[in-house]
């Protein structure tokens, strides 16, 4: 029996966009944007000709994917919305559990 390795796996569910929206969603909601970047980076691979294919259905270069989901990324919301446009997705703002502050 041959082995495959947790990145694979991902890749191979990420694949269903059902499963890509829970695992945008819940990667959202560790609140931690390495968490969310580790998810957008599986998200790229997992496409149709990987990281390179992806940059280029989205508009980036190779290399500006890289940089922006490396551990030391800092996505702007503009290519948070074109990234995730790419697939199918988009930003949402919703209301939380929390005392909003006041002016």
């Known amino acids: 029996m041959k082995l495959i390795n947790h990145d694979t796996l991902i890749e191979q569910a990420l694949q269903d966009p059902k499963f890509l929206e829970e695992y945008l969603n819940e990667a959202l909601k560790e609140d931690d944007v390495e968490t969310f970047l580790i998810a957008l980076r599986h998200i790229a691979k997992s496409k149709s000709g990987g990281i ?10 190779r290399g500006t994917i890289y940089k922006t989901l490396s551990k030391k990324g800092n996505p702007t919301i503009g290519s948070l919305n074109n990234f ?19 002016a």
């Open 52 to 61: 390179t294919g992806f940059a280029k259905h989205a508009g980036f270069s």
């Open 84 to 102: 995730l446009g790419a697939v199918g997705f988009r930003l949402k703002v919703e209301k939380v559990e929390k005392e909003p502050i006041h």
